[in-house]
DNA sequence: GTAATAGTGTCTATGAGACACTATGCG
DNA sequence: CGCATAGTGTCTCATAGACACTATTAC
């Protein structure tokens, strides 16, 4: 066993649990805004779905785990945002939460939502409070990295199911960031240097004339 | 005492060590290159220096006890980066470690390196192979951290001690982001919307004209 | 036809970046 | 004086953003 220069082991020090708690955002259909997934927990309040980590287990894993047991989800791409270290943040001891944000499609998230309409439901990043813990927190930094992404990229967490048209793209756009201040000409030629074209063109059976359908632009 | 949905109280499941290590970034004079700080551990190699986290700390007091107590050190600003959560990272067993940089200006970097010049050293931050654990990945992070600062203010890290001209200001850029592809000029007038002007304007006893002196502004 | 959306041509304002020039110190 | 650095005037090019117009579908 290794000993330390203070001639102690590992475990001879008091060690945290260790927490994941993820905010999983969406834009539902018509709404937009950017939401995000809550569920209750045991004592009747409002949270983000978490879990503690196992031994040898990666946070990713955790993460995965927790959005399966909690929500009966499967996660996208979990991102680690930051450590929530207050010592005082959870009543029943000395936790560290390990943030996460993961972004997943509404159509991948709907199904979940109706098999557990009680205690699994989803509501406006921007309007969330009163969340367990220091949950309101992490929705905070959860939007904001995401919504860095999309000031950057036309559709880095696909949220939009390819192909798309460029309304379709522009929408999401909408929702994620809140009422875009760009016309839909500048939109456009600002998402084209980084989308591919697809040579079957149409969106059909919508009304007016038929948009060109594009997929996200793989290397750069 | 909290019992879970499982019947157990929090530590009743296995915890991980929790440890912060810290990448110390500055700008050695004369040297055009960002460099970090790293210290001699007790088997030989090179580290960051790091700690456990104790009982009730904050990660910030974490990081700056393990600054005070390995180099000597007061940090700046330390801010985390991720979590590095791979179970095999330390063969001492199950460690988690929360990486951090800080940004040092040499004058407060100085004094430490001439005390302990055997256990104590710095590297460029391009150049560092071969630390102990995962620090060389931790180091690839903080410099790329502390780089996209510098590519969006003119000091967010505050290296140049004020009053500062427009040519300190330059070189340490320079040093930072490696050798920076704008001209003189076009760096003035990229920096100035950021920057106040002092009244008392000389840096005398150079060659050249004397150059205005100027202060970060503070709000935005 | 009209309504509604897709797409393009073009103008303008802004800013980055470079060059050339002037200004002012030191030795 | 010459050299080195500080600072400015101005030109060019690329880009964002908006407007106006054309194109093509559903009804």
Do not use: N
């Given at each position: 066993m290794h000993l330390d220069s203070a001639g102690?082991?590992?475990?001879?020090y008091e060690r945290p649990s260790l927490a994941v708690d993820t905010a999983v955002l969406t834009v539902p259909p018509d709404s937009s805004t950017l939401d995000v997934l809550v569920v209750r927990s045991d004592d009747g309040t409002w949270r983000l779905p978490g879990t503690f980590l196992h031994e040898g287990e990666r946070l990713a894993d955790a993460v995965q785990r927790s959005l399966r047991v909690k929500v009966g989800l499967r996660g996208r791409d979990p991102e680690q945002l930051r450590v929530f270290d207050?010592?005082?943040?959870?009543?029943?001891?000395w936790v560290l939460s390990v943030a996460h944000v993961d972004v997943v499609p509404w159509a991948e998230l709907a199904p979940v939502l109706e098999r557990r309409p009680d205690d699994v439901t989803h509501r406006p990043c921007d309007e969330?409070?009163?969340?367990?813990?220091d949950h309101d927190a992490i929705v905070m930094l959860a939007a904001e990295h995401v919504r860095a992404g999309y000031r950057a990229d036309p559709d880095p967490a696909g949220?939009?199911?390819?192909?798309?048209t460029l309304r379709e793209l522009r929408l999401v756009h909408e929702a994620v960031l809140g009422r875009?201040?760009?016309s839909a000409d500048t939109f456009r030629r600002a998402m084209l240097p980084s989308l591919d074209e697809v040579s079957g063109e149409v969106r059909e059976g919508t009304v007016g004339k038929p948009a060109q359908l594009y997929r996200r632009r793989p290397a750069r």
């Open positions: 102690k082991a590992l475990t001879d207050d010592p005082a943040r959870d009543s029943r001891g969330v409070r009163g969340l367990a813990f949220l939009v199911t390819e192909p798309f875009l201040p760009r």
